[in-house]
């Protein structure tokens, strides 16, 4: 399994970013997505997630409410949209994935998932 995540960039806080995790190959609606994000000199923490059904998402509680993840089957993608974005947000964006028995079951933890992508680092000002 092959992700690729994109997306990343510099903005100011208050904006927004939408990010993407591409899978190579195959169909990425096999797979229960997740994303995680680590700044500097901290460990990789669980921001959002979705089910291979794409109808349960989990979100960290400290982007509930700003940002939204969700599937488009026709790019073979799963977005991660960020709102209303703070400097707290600055971080190395990864997405990463796993085959689950469960349609709708999904990890918050990183050794949750056998397949990360390289990374997008997002740099919020303020």
């Known amino acids: 399994v092959q992700l690729q995540a994109s997306g990343g960039g510099v903005v100011q806080a208050g904006d927004s970013l939408r990010l993407s995790c591409a899978r190579s190959?195959?169909?990425?609606?096999?797979?229960?997505v997740g994303w995680f994000r680590q700044a500097p000199g901290k460990e990789r923490e669980f921001v959002a997630a979705?089910?291979?059904?794409?109808?349960?998402?989990y979100y960290a509680d400290s982007v509930k409410g700003r940002f939204t993840v969700s599937r488009d089957n026709d790019k073979n993608t799963v977005s991660l949209q960020m709102n209303s974005l703070k400097p707290e947000d600055t971080a190395v964006y990864y997405c990463?994935?796993?085959?689950?028995?469960?349609?709708?079951?999904?990890?918050?933890?990183?050794?949750?998932?056998?397949?990360w992508g390289q990374g997008t680092l997002v740099t919020v000002s303020s």
């Open positions: 990463a994935a796993d085959f689950r028995p469960s349609t709708l079951t999904v990890s918050t933890r990183v050794d949750g998932y056998g397949y």
């Open positions: 190959g195959r169909a990425i609606s096999s797979l229960a």
């Open positions: 979705l089910s291979r059904s794409g109808t349960r998402p």
